[in-house]
């Protein structure tokens, strides 16, 4: 079987494919961790020319987090994003990402995110609210991550994964440039919709 073993769709109901159930190996998970970037995604989709979806992801990115289930106001997070690794399958559309006209990745080398408030809203849910910042600014961001569950892995190391998604408007960001159809509408959607898959490592 592969890495990603999915149910085969059935002919009894002809409901979509899922992944298999979750692990949960802790009862508690509290404590520090680093986020595996091999095994994890932070991604983000846009409409484009009013049609169709363009989805992309960043490939360089590091992150820890606190993670106290006594107390969820005192967990935290930090995820650090190199703003040049951005890959949409393009290589021309990712050279203009990392231009002027967008992310300006020669003078803007990072995106940052640093938690202010973390609640846990659920109790498979935990909603984080911090400072987003890109291209130099900073505003605040919230977002809502579901647990997908714990597990230690062939290597002995303790994981806990989350997986959580966001809506922001770029211009907000100072991410402006745009073209206009000449059928109606823009090139390039004002709406981005952040998507995060995190598959973290327990280091104390």
Do not use: C
């Not at 202010?116 to 919230?142: C, I, P």
Request: no cysteine.
């Amino acid at each position: 079987m592969g890495l990603f073993n999915r149910s085969e769709k059935s002919a009894d109901t002809g409901t979509t494919a899922v992944f298999d159930a979750p692990t949960a190996h802790l009862a508690d998970i509290s404590g520090e961790y680093v986020i595996d970037a091999s095994h994890s995604r932070i991604g983000f989709s846009a409409r484009h020319a009013m049609v169709t979806t363009v989805r992309g992801s960043f490939g360089d990115f590091e992150g820890t987090a606190h993670v106290d289930t006594a107390n969820p106001s005192a967990s935290s997070a930090r995820l650090v994003i190199k703003t040049a690794s951005i890959d949409t399958g393009s290589a021309d559309r990712d050279g203009h990402l990392r231009s002027g006209d967008f992310f300006d990745a020669d003078v803007n080398p990072e995106i940052t995110f640093t938690t202010t408030q973390v609640e846990r809203v659920e109790d498979d849910v935990w909603r984080l609210t911090g400072d987003l910042v890109m291209k130099g600014v900073s505003k605040s961001v919230a977002i809502d991550f579901e647990s997908t569950g714990s597990a230690v892995d062939p290597f002995g190391n303790t994981r806990i994964g989350f997986e959580g998604s966001t809506s922001i408007n770029r211009k907000d960001w100072g991410l402006t440039w745009n073209a206009a159809l000449e059928t109606g509408g823009v090139l390039v959607s004002e709406k981005i919709k952040l998507e995060f898959d995190v598959s973290a490592i327990k280091s104390a």
